[in-house]
């Protein structure tokens, strides 16, 4: 195809897209769940070592292809190997798009009946025990919940009919910074609560023995799921970078900001859980039970949570444009189809699976397997399993298969900058990041311990 591809315009426009994607429900719904179920300041201290060891390489791996072929992942890996066996990491990908937007999209509904009660004002008012009795009113009833995960994918198929760089660089570029500043003010806002330093030292003071192979499995799926990684999201994005983007600066910006938002996060919601006298362990509802009582005692409260609401909107829909383009683009190189029809296939198949995933908090909750419901399915096994796989993929195909001239050729902009850390880099994605996932998938199976 001799269609000109748009690149990104400006320095900033690359991260804050890039950002866009990474940051969302992930790091402000997903990680303080996750962080309260597996206990803490442990589970923060294997998720900080997977970003840094595991998570940078990994998105290194990712823009190298993406930036290198100036194509979306299967063109990618068609002009890079002829061997067809390595497009089973698009596929890899377009199935965890599918399943990630399904499920993500419940999340995204609550936040968006959260965005209404907040413009009533009943987020305002209230006590916790209330605001959790409604949530779960709300959140088991059958059309609820299910009527809100549809119109936000309605939205998101509106949006993406919109194209790559006037769509997703705008709405980034002036939400992200808007957001991080408002989360730094929540954040000192809960430092003043009166249990605090409990908060903090659930969050920042490990207990070590507490680190198990679910824990680690965990961490690392965590990782891959904030980082966006393992799905070729960042692959695409990459695509369109220009050939001036340096990458392992890119890549480590992305990670620390993104890592930077949970921690942010967590901070304001483990002081709260204590002095609210919730409990961590409280898993996906958990935050959505503890924001409404942290406005509700805000001076501003309705400013607050009208504006908070209104930002982690934006902040997930930047991150399921990003995952939809992934089938979009496959539905359109592969089956030749239209991008409209292959926008509403998208759409059409997350409605599915999203309004399958609100009911299993409400009617479908007894249809279980292994005590999961259809929503943890699709979360475990997307995050836990499928990205944590195409990190494997990434990693040995850029570390092994890919000619090394070309590596270096992406990794050093041609020759025309010196990257320190070049050699570490390619040490961790040729050896620590491949190896490291199959020991936390092996202890996860119970085949090994630590
Ligand atoms: N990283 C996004 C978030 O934290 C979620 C996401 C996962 C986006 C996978 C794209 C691909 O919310």
């Not at 089938?327 to 059409?348: C, D, Q, W």
Request: glycine content about 8%.
């Amino acid at each position: 195809m001799s269609e000109k591809r748009a690149l990104f315009t400006t320095k900033i426009g690359v991260i804050a897209a890039t950002v866009g994607s990474a940051v969302g429900l992930g790091n402000i719904w997903r990680f303080p769940y996750e962080t309260g179920v597996h206990g803490g300041a442990a589970f923060l201290f294997v998720y900080l070592i997977c970003v840094f060891l595991i998570g940078i390489p990994v998105i290194c791996a990712e823009f190298i292809v993406g930036r290198g072929t100036h194509k979306n992942a299967l063109g990618a890996f068609k002009q890079l190997q002829t061997k067809p066996y390595w497009q089973v990491c698009s596929y890899i990908g377009i199935l965890a798009s599918l399943m990630i937007l399904s499920f993500y999209s419940v999340i995204a509904g609550w936040t968006l009946e959260y965005l209404f009660q907040a413009l009533t004002g009943a987020m305002a008012s209230g006590n916790t025990g209330d605001f959790s009795n409604k949530f779960n009113e709300f959140c088991t009833s059958p059309w609820q919940s299910t009527l809100w995960t549809v119109l936000f994918l309605l939205i998101n198929y509106l949006v993406l009919r919109r194209g790559v760089e006037k769509g997703i660089e705008r709405i980034s570029n002036i939400l992200m910074p808007i957001l991080f500043v408002i989360l730094i003010l929540f954040s000192v806002n809960s430092l003043l609560m009166p249990k605090s330093s409990e908060g903090l030292a659930f969050l920042f003071s490990p207990d070590f023995s507490k680190i198990t192979p679910t824990v680690v499995v965990g961490a690392m799926g965590q990782a891959f799921f904030s980082l966006s990684l393992g799905l070729s999201v960042l692959l695409t994005y990459s695509s369109y970078f220009s050939n001036q983007v340096r990458l392992v600066r890119s890549a480590s910006i992305i990670a620390i900001l993104d890592t930077f938002v949970a921690i942010i996060s967590g901070i304001i919601i483990f002081p709260a859980v204590f002095s609210y006298g919730a409990t961590p362990e409280e898993g996906p509802k958990l935050v959505f039970e503890i924001f409404p009582s942290i406005f509700s005692e805000m001076p501003g409260g309705y400013i607050w949570s009208v504006l908070f609401f209104v930002l982690l909107f934006f902040a997930s829909i930047t991150s399921t444009i990003s995952m939809s383009e992934i089938s979009i683009a496959f539905f359109v190189e592969e089956y030749k189809m239209k991008r409209k029809k292959a926008t509403k296939l998208t759409t059409g198949v997350a409605i599915v699976f999203g309004v399958l995933s609100a009911l299993s908090f409400g009617v479908l909750s007894g249809y279980t397997i292994l005590d999961m419901t259809i929503f943890d399915i699709l979360n475990y096994v997307s995050s836990n399993i499928l990205l944590p796989i195409g990190g494997i993929l990434f990693s040995i195909f850029v570390g092994w298969v890919v000619d090394k001239d070309f590596v270096k050729k992406e990794l050093t902009n041609n020759g025309t900058i010196k990257v320190y850390t070049y050699r570490i880099i390619i040490f961790l994605i040729r050896y620590v990041a491949p190896i490291s996932i199959v020991l936390i998938f092996l202890s996860g199976l119970n085949l090994i311990r630590f």
